[in-house]
């Protein structure tokens, strides 16, 4: 293969900006800007209609914008040489995957040959790429007689066969069993952690929280900030009232785009061992018993005082204001919590009464109700 | 009645030669119609469904319509062109079977034409979406959409055959129901029912169902091992 | 729909391809012959006739001696008399074998044709139900006979088609001075076999070539009602496609057909046709 150029550290893997795309005039995407940076997973999540299928088949370049450009490492699209690394270096899965009608082995064989004519390993790939997907066994069934999940992990397990360095999945989890969804899952974080970048779309928040390290929802064309706190971690125990969450292990991010305070503190965590870290503040949710790895707070139900106070509220916090940035209509403060950035959702107005600047001490609560554990 | 269908049975079992060449030849013309047809007809059906033009959906229409052009409209027009007086007409093929085969041809032709781009464009579009972005070449692509309609263009290439081996204006107008030359089932049942030759008629009617039915059910055969 | 811009350059290298396939195909195709006890590699002679003549099966008899003799394929395309003189006109037979003789001198007048050969005669019959509602069997003419079935209204099939046998029957009604219309009256546009079914189904009276209802009359309910009145003549005559109207005729075997039938050899074997045991056609050249 041809070396392209390395995206140097930093430098977005896609980066969109100010694009637009119009069906019979009506326009229905319009995005200022979105960077996926290398080694991510960037999941944007919205419902049907908010055009994030639209924008992720322009970036694949199977839909010609109406304005705007995509570049994918740092080269257009529109360029002959970008749309050469397009082909060959990024593939998408759609949400209903076309398999040809042939058996699920040829599906893999057929596209692997249409990118590498001449790899020698690819019986090699195929058993490799059905193994992680777990669909070993089914290689050599005709791919029209599987059910809808595992012709999803099919999908996938064919996309992975041609070693893209960008994998974009429309829905992938979507109207599926929960056993295909849990293999997708776990095969999507393995190939990630292997080096592969993913851009995907999903209306299911369980698998958005669960796989991402960035949540960019959609309404109406556009890309929005996620407004919600997303940590990493497990459960540490449950007693009859609640369930006792341990922030640790890397903390995901907040959606708050890549020059926020809480992206970077999120990047530190995410570069150490995977293993958990016993450290992180413990979080108080309803009593649950669900296999879990993240904790999602919605940003606008943090309350912030500057006086310790006493309320019905589970979950209390003191910390130090790292950073106050425009979010949106309002005003985003991120504070740092034993190492933790809890951000919340405030208005200019309260940030004046209240008297807050970088480095003011600070009490939050939440109530265990707000938070969603997935 | 009961008589002719028991003779028509002794006829076929008794495997009577000349209801054989009959019916050999009934065969041999519309294999090489449908095969010949097919060769233009499955490219223009291909390009009428991958390709935008103007005038595309009129297209379609016309071709829809002709398939229901009846056999002896097309047997009179292919007469017109290949009578002595006509601008083919020093080719001689006139009463010939190239005469039956070009007229069948032309009357299969909109019928497998429409079926192939009926086919083609009911295929789903994540499968031209899936080998743009693995890559594929515009001939790559061409080839798997073609492999992945090979259900669909089989049975519009099996239509067409129908069509032609169940037709009789065609034969009896070019052909001429020549004995042992250009006679073929559907015209040699024409002759023989005016004849009132039962026996042979029904025979000739027997075996015509049963090469239908053998197509049907290798059609289905096919779709059945695809699909199952 | 959305499709992607393939196949320009390849596209066009297939319909090369292709279409030269198809040439190959059909030249193959063209110089093959078909199998059969008749087929030989010698000339081939196209005769145009009426599908009665051919339903009558004496070309069976007739043809073998002539194609042995002469090494030679007669093709014979069997239409409708008015489709039979339009492929002599059109040059695409070298004679036609009809029995209708205003068309014919039309044929020859025109040009068409070089001359018209009587080489034989059958002759029409009037074919009625066993009990005879209208009371015509027996009767010597023709045009009494119809007459008197206009007057019962008894029901009456016409082949309806221009054929020989419909001119012949328009010809006796003239005679007869009837101009026969109403319900009892029916035009069917069909050939002759399937008009004499319907005549027996239908228990009508019906005009039939002798050849044909011979070759139907097992299981038939009909009877002749009324044969022999000299208006029921008819006449056969072969006529050569004249070839200065059309250089491609096969002229000179025209002729030597034309010869055979009108020779001793041919007459005999056209006196000495039988169909279940009676004679069909009677030589006269």
Known sequence: MPEYPRSTDGAPLVEVEKLTFA??????????????????????????????????????????????????????????????????????????????????????????KLREPNARDIEARIEEALAVVRLEDVAHRRASGLSGGEKQRIAIARALAVRPDLLLLDEPTSNIDPESIRAIERALREVNRAGTTILMTTHNLATAYRLATRVYPMTAGHIEHDRNNVFRGHIENTDEYFTYFRIGGGSGSAGAGPTSAATAAAASAAAGPEKVQATGPVIRVPAQDRDTVAAVIPMDDI???????????????????TAIEPYQQGRRIDVDCDGVIMSALITPYAIEQLGLGAGSEVHLAFKASAVRLY | MGTALAEAGALIVSGDRELFAIAFNSVRFSVLSTMITSMLAIPLGTVIALREFPGKRMTVAVFNTLMAMPTVVVGLLVYSFLSRSGPLGQWGLLFTPAAIIVGQAVLAFPIVTSLVYGGLSRLDEELTETLVTFGASNLQMLLKILSEARIAILSAVLSGFGRVIGEVGVSMMLGGNIRWYTRTMTTALALETQKGAFALALALGIILIIIAFAVNAALSWMVRREYA | MRRYDMMRGDMKRICTAVLAFVFVVTGAFASGEAEGPSSRDGERLRLATTTSTENSGLLEELLPPFEERYDVTVDVVSVGTGAALEHGRNGDVDLVMVHAPDLEREFVGDGYGVERIGFMYNDFVVLGPDDD?????????????????????????????????????????????????????????????????????????????????????????????????PLLYNPYSVIAVDPQMHSTVEHDLAEAFIEFVTSEEGQEIIGDYRVEGKQLFVPEA
């Open chain 1, 23 to 112: 069906y019979d005039s009506a326009r229905v995407l319009d995005v200022d800007r979105l960077e996926v940076h290398r080694g991510d997973i960037t999941v944007l999540t919205g419902h049907n209609g908010s055009g994030k299928t639209t924008l992720l088949k322009v970036i694949n370049g199977l839909l010609q914008p109406s304005g705007g450009v995509v570049r994918l490492w740092g080269e257009s699209i529109a360029t002959g040489r970008g749309r050469r690394m397009l082909r060959s270096r990024s593939v998408l899965v759609h949400q209903k995957p076309y398999l040809f009608h042939e058996s699920v082995a040829s599906n893999i064989r057929y596209v692997a």
């Open chain 1, 303 to 321: 309350i912030l005082s500057r006086e310790p106070f006493e309320s019905s509220a589970q979950n209390h916090f003191s910390g130090r204001v």
């Open chain 3, 133 to 229: 509602p209208a009371g015509i069997a027996g009767m010597e003419s023709v045009g009494d006979a119809f007459e008197r079935i206009a007057e019962h209204e008894s029901m009456f099939i016409s082949r309806g088609d221009d054929s020989g046998t419909h001119t012949k029957e328009k010809d006796i009604w003239a005679e007869a001075g009837i101009e026969p219309e109403g319900s009892w009256y029916r035009e069917v546009g069909q050939g002759m076999g399937a008009v004499i079914t319907m005549a027996d189904d239908q228990k009508a009276y019906t005009l039939a070539d002798r050849g044909t209802y011979l070759a139907y009359q097992g299981g038939l309910g009909l009877d002749v009602a009324v044969e022999d009145d």
